[in-house]
C-alpha cells in the first residue's frame, strides 16, 4: 500500500529480497509499472526506511498511475535484485482476459 505521503510499505518483500534499512535503491520507470534496484550509495535515488518503506516520488506516482491508499502488488526477484511494483489498474487489465474464462471480474 501506498500512504498519503508516498510511502511504499514493502517489508516483507524487501526482506525476502536482502534488502533492510538504509539499503540504496534506485527506480525506473516503464509504461505502468515500475521497478526498484539495488544502487551504489553514489547513484542511489532512495532508501530502505526504518519500518521497511520507500518513497515514491509523486513524479512516479503520476506516471504510473498510483493514489494515496492504493493496495499495489510487489513481485520480488531475488536473482534479478529488483522489486517489480504493479499498480491496481495494471493488474486489472494483465488478468481480466484471464479472469474472463473462468466469468470472473477483476
Known amino acids: 500500500m501506498i500512504s498519503k505521503r508516498g510511502r511504499l510499505s514493502g517489508a516483507g518483500v524487501f526482506q525476502q529480497i536482502l534488502w533492510a534499512r538504509g539499503h540504496p535503491v534506485e527506480y525506473a520507470v516503464a509504461e505502468r509499472i515500475f521497478v526498484l534496484r539495488s544502487a551504489t550509495p553514489a547513484r542511489r535515488?532512495?532508501?530502505?526506511?526504518?519500518?521497511?518503506?520507500?518513497?515514491v516520488p509523486t513524479a512516479v506516482q503520476h506516471a504510473v498511475g498510483i493514489s494515496p491508499r492504493d493496495n499495489l502488488l510487489l513481485v520480488a526477484c531475488p536473482t534479478s535484485?529488483?522489486?517489480?511494483v504493479?499498480?491496481?489498474?495494471t493488474v486489472r487489465a494483465a488478468l481480466s482476459p484471464v479472469l474472463a474464462q473462468f466469468q470472473v471480474s477483476a
Not at 535515488?45 to 518513497?55: A, R
Not at 504493479?86 to 489498474?89: E, G, Q
Open 45 to 55: 535515488h532512495l532508501t530502505i526506511g526504518l519500518f521497511g518503506q520507500v518513497y
Open 81 to 84: 535484485g529488483v522489486v517489480i
Open 86 to 89: 504493479l499498480p491496481p489498474d
